[in-house]
C-alpha cells in the first residue's frame, strides 16, 4: 500500500457508507438511539462540537457493531435569533430593513438563506465521520415538528400551564427582544459605584447614602432596604425617603437580601428593572415602575429632562444632576459583573414586558423524581447537583420572543383583546364560535427556540403521530451534552416528554467536561486561542490562521496580541492531521474532569499512531501475501501471547466503554496496538517467518495469528478511528472479513483474563525482560546495533536456564547476539557491562565493543560533573545561615542529594575501573 494519506482515504470512503446506507438502522437487535442535540443551522462546527461528536460516533459505531438497531437522529435548529439576524444582515446590503419587506417575505428569505448556505455544518459533521441517520434528518422549523410545537403549546395552555403576562425578562435593547439567560454572557468589567444622598421625606437636612452601579435606573426606585439586623439603621425601618430628581417619596424597607458589607449597606429598590429587586418588590408589595422603553431609551413616564434618552446618556445626566444639587457624595472604581446579549454584544436590560409563560410547578415535580428514583441516571453522577439546584429554584419559564423567524405562537386576539387559542385560526374560529365577521389578529411573537427543542427526542421520531420509529426509539438510551445547557435543555425536555410520553427521553445522561486550550485556558474569540477542528484535519497556513482569529475585532492592540501568540506557538501553522488523529485525541482526553485541555502535540502523536498502525498492516500483508498452507497449523509462544494479551485488551475496551471512559478505552488501544502488537510481536514473529522452510507448520500458525490479530484491533479501534481502520480491513483477504464493511462487523467481545495466570505470558515477560536489559547495556555503552554482542549469564534460577535455552533463537534475533552461554565461575569474568533481571545477572564482555579511551575519558567528565555537584551542597550545608534558617525537608533533601551523589560517583568509578581493565 501507499504511504498513510488521511486526506486520500477519508472522504471517498464517508461517501461510500452514506451512499450504501450504513448508518439507517437495521431492523434487527435491540433498539439503541441516541438524538443528536440539535446544531443550529447557522453554526459551524467548533471544537466543543467535534469533541462532543467523536465520543457520540465512537458510541453509535460500537453498538451497530454489537448487533443493535442503531439510530442516531440528525436534525437541526433554526436558530431563532441568530438566523434573524444574519437574514437581516443580508437584506442591509440591499439597503433594506425586515419592515420594509414584512413578516411573510422575510421567512421566505429566511428559508432561502437556510437552503443555500444553512448546511455547512451537516457536511463538517461528515468531515468529521459521523455516522448520522442522514435519510431521516429533521428540522425544528419542518412540517411535522411544527406540528408538535402547536400541539403541545395548546394543550399546555388548554390545562392552565401556559398564560400570559407581564414579568421581569432578559430584554435586548438592539433586538428589541427577550432572551434566555443561556443568550446573556456575564462578565467581569471596569465600572463605577456611585454613592447617592437620598434625603428623607421628614427632614431634608438628614440623607440616606446609597450605592449603586445603575444611576439612570433610581428614576424607577420604589424603595430604599437595609438588612432587618443592621444596627445602624434600626431606627430608620418604616420612615420614607424623597427620591432624588423625581421627587417621589419611596419607603426605607428591611430585607435579609441586603448585604450590610457591600457599599453602605443601604440598596436601592428597583423592581422593574433588576431580578432581585423584583423578588424584594414582591415581598414588600412594591409598585412596578418601568422606566425604560424597549429601545433603551427613557419612557415618558420619567422626569421630562431625561425622557428619551439612550440609558447611558440618561446615567451621564443623572450624574451630572445630582452632582449640581449636592447628592453625589463619593464614586469608587468598581469591578462589576456586565450581562451582555451573546448575539449582539449590548448591555441587557431586566425589563418588564408583556410576555407568554410556562408555569413549570406542574411539570418540574414528576422531573425531579424521575431522576431521585434512577430512571434517568447522570454520568458522573454529581452532574445531578446542578440539575437539581436548577429544578428546585425553578422559575416560571418565558417562552416568546420578539421577531419573525420561529414558531409563531398560535395564539389570536379579538378587537377587545381577548386571546383564543388553538391549532389553527379554522380551529379558533370553531371552537369557540367566532364569526368570519370578527376580525382576528394573531400574536407577533414566536416561541422561544428552547420549546421546540424541549420536544426533539420525541418530535424528530414523528410525534403526534403514533409512528413505528416513536415505538422502536423512544425512549432514547442516550443523551451526550456539556454542563452548561443542563439547565436550559435537559431539564426541559425530562419535563416536556415526561408531560407528553409519560415517559423518560432518554435513560442515561453523559456530562462531559469543556475542551480547553493547552495551558487549561478556554477558548474564545476575545483571547484568540481558539482552534477549528477543519484547520486540525486539512491543515493552515500561520497567516491564514492569524486572519481567522482576529476577524471582526476591532482593537487593534488585541489584533497584535493575539497574532503575536499565535506566531509563537505555531510559526509554520497548523499542518494536517486528519479526522482520525483528531477524533482519537478526543476520546483519549475525555476523562471524568470538569475541563481537558487540548493539545496539538497529542494530535501529533496520535496521527503517529495512526501511522504505526499503517505499517504494521503493511508488514501483515507482505508476511503473509503468500500464505503458507497446513493441516496442522503451531502457534508459537508470541501467538498464543498475543492472543492473551489482544483478549485482555478487549475486556478492557468494552468495560471502559460501558462506563464512558473513552480516555481509558483509547489508552488500552493505544499501548496493545503501539507496546505489544508493533514493538514486541511484529518483532517476535520475524525469526519465525525468516525461519528455514522446514518449519512451515509454525509459519502457517504465525501467519494466521498475525492476520487474526490485526483484523480484530482494526474491528477494536473502529468505532474511534472509523476511516484508517476501514480502510486497511477493505485491504484485508476477503476470507478473513466479515460483510462488505467493517462498520458492520461484530465488535470484538471477551471475557476476563488473568495474565499473571497464563505460562506464555510470564515467558514473554521474560524475554521482553532480557532483551530490555541487552538493548539498555548497548545505549550506555554506545554499542552500534549492527554489531553482534555476546553474553554471559550467571546465577539465576532454574526457570531463567530453560527459558535461555527455550527462547535463545528469539533473543539473537532481536538483539543481535555473537554467542551466549553460561558463566558458572563469575571470577572468571572478563570485563562486562552488568544487568539485572531478577536473580539473572547477565553480563556482556566489552572487548572490541568499545572505544575503551574515549569511553575513560567520557565518564571522567562524569565524575567529574558529579564531584563538582557534591562540593557544591557540601558548602550550603556548611552555611549556618542556610541550615538554621532553611525548613527542616529541604535541609534532609540536600543531605539526600549528597547521597545521591556519591552512589552515582561510585558506580561511575566502578563502570571505569571495568573498562580499564579491557
Known sequence: MEKYDPKKIEQPLYQA?????????????????????????????????????????????????????TLWQMGTDHAGISTQIIVAEQLAKKGLKPSDIGREAFIETAFEWKETSGGQISQQLRRMGASLHWETERFTLDEGLSMAVIEVFTRLFDEGLIYRGKRLVNWD?????????????????????????????????????????????????????????????????????????????????????????????????????????????????????????????????????????????????????????????????????????????????????????????????????????????????????????????LKDWCISRQQWWGHRIPAWYDPEGNIYVGRSLEEVRTQFSIPEAVALRQDDDVLDTWFSSALWTFSTLGWPEKTKALETFH???????????ISFWVSRMIMMTLKFMDEVPFKEVYIHGLVTDAEGQKMSKSKGNGLDPMDIIDGISADALIAKRTQNLLQERQRAKIEKATRKEFPNGIEP??????????????????????????VEGYRN????????????????????????????????????????????????????????????????VWDEFCDWYLELSKPVLTADATNTAMKAGTQACLVEILEGILRLAHPFIPFITETLWLALPQSERQ????????????GPVDLD?????????WIKNIVGALRNIRGEQDIPPNKAIPILFTQGAKSDRERQSKFADLITALVKTSDMSWLEDETNAPPSAIQLVGTLKILVPLAGLIDTQAEIERLDKAINKIQQDIIRVEQKLANEAFVNNAPADIVEKEKAKIQSYQSAKIDLENQKARIAAI
Open 475 to 485: 425512549t432514547t438510551n442516550l443523551m451526550v451534552t456539556g454542563h452548561d445547557i
Open 17 to 69: 457508507w452514506e451512499s450504501a446506507g450504513y448508518f439507517a438502522p437495521s431492523g434487527q437487535g435491540e433498539p439503541f438511539s441516541i438524538a443528536i442535540p440539535p446544531p443550529n443551522v447557522t453554526g459551524t462546527l467548533h471544537m466543543g462540537h467535534a469533541f462532543q461528536h467523536s465520543l457520540v460516533d465512537a458510541i453509535i459505531r460500537r453498538k451497530r457493531m454489537q448487533g443493535n438497531n
Open 739 to 750: 460483510g462488505p464493511s467493517l462498520m458492520l462487523a461484530a465488535y470484538p467481545e471477551h
Open 173 to 393: 435593547p438592539k433586538l428589541a427582544t427577550s432572551i434566555s439567560d443561556l443568550e446573556v454572557i456575564s462578565e467581569e468589567e471596569q465600572g463605577s459605584l456611585w454613592h447617592i444622598r437620598y434625603p428623607l421625606a421628614d427632614d431634608s437636612a438628614e440623607t440616606l447614602v446609597v450605592a449603586t452601579t445603575r444611576p439612570e435606573t433610581m428614576l424607577g426606585d420604589a424603595a430604599v432596604a437595609v438588612h432587618p439586623d443592621d444596627d445602624r439603621y434600626q431606627h430608620l425601618i418604616g420612615r420614607s425617603l424623597m427620591l432624588p430628581l423625581s421627587n417621589r417619596v419611596i419607603p426605607i424597607i428591611a430585607d435579609a437580601y441586603v448585604d450590610p458589607e457591600f457599599g453602605t449597606g443601604c440598596v436601592k429598590i428597583t423592581p422593574a428593572h433588576d431580578f432581585n429587586d423584583y423578588e424584594v418588590g414582591q415581598r414588600h408589595d412594591l409598585p412596578l415602575i418601568s422606566i425604560m422603553n424597549p429601545d433603551g431609551t427613557i419612557a415618558d413616564n420619567a422626569p421630562s429632562p431625561y425622557v428619551g434618552l439612550d440609558r447611558f446618556e440618561a446615567r451621564k445626566k443623572i450624574v451630572h444632576d445630582l452632582n449640581q444639587a449636592d447628592l453625589i457624595a463619593s464614586i469608587n472604581d468598581h469591578r462589576l459583573m456586565v450581562p451582555r446579549g451573546e448575539k449582539t454584544g449590548v448591555v441587557i436590560e431586566p425589563l418588564l414586558s408583556d410576555q407568554w409563560f410556562v408555569r413549570v410547578e406542574a411539570l418540574a415535580k414528576p422531573a425531579i423524581e424521575a431522576v431521585e428514583d434512577g430512571s434517568i441516571k447522570f454520568i458522573p453522577k454529581q452532574a445531578e447537583n446542578i440539575y437539581f439546584a436548577w429544578m428546585r429554584e
Open 577 to 602: 492531521f486528519g479526522t482520525d488523529a483528531l477524533r482519537f485525541t478526543f476520546c483519549a482526553i475525555a476523562t471524568s474532569a470538569r475541563s481537558m485541555r487540548f493539545d496539538l502535540k497529542r
Open 609 to 672: 499512531f495512526c501511522n504505526k498502525l499503517w505499517n504494521a498492516a503493511n508488514f501483515v500483508a507482505m508476511s503473509t501475501n503468500q500464505p503458507i498452507h497446513h493441516e496442522a497449523p503451531i502457534a508459537s509462544v508470541a501467538d498464543h501471547w498475543i492472543r492473551l494479551q489482544f483478549g485482555h485488551t478487549t475486556h478492557i475496551v468494552n468495560q471502559a466503554m460501558d462506563n464512558y471512559r473513552f480516555d481509558l478505552a483509547a489508552k488500552a488501544i493505544y499501548e496493545f
Open 757 to 765: 495466570a497464563a505460562t506464555e505470558v510470564a515467558d514473554i515477560r
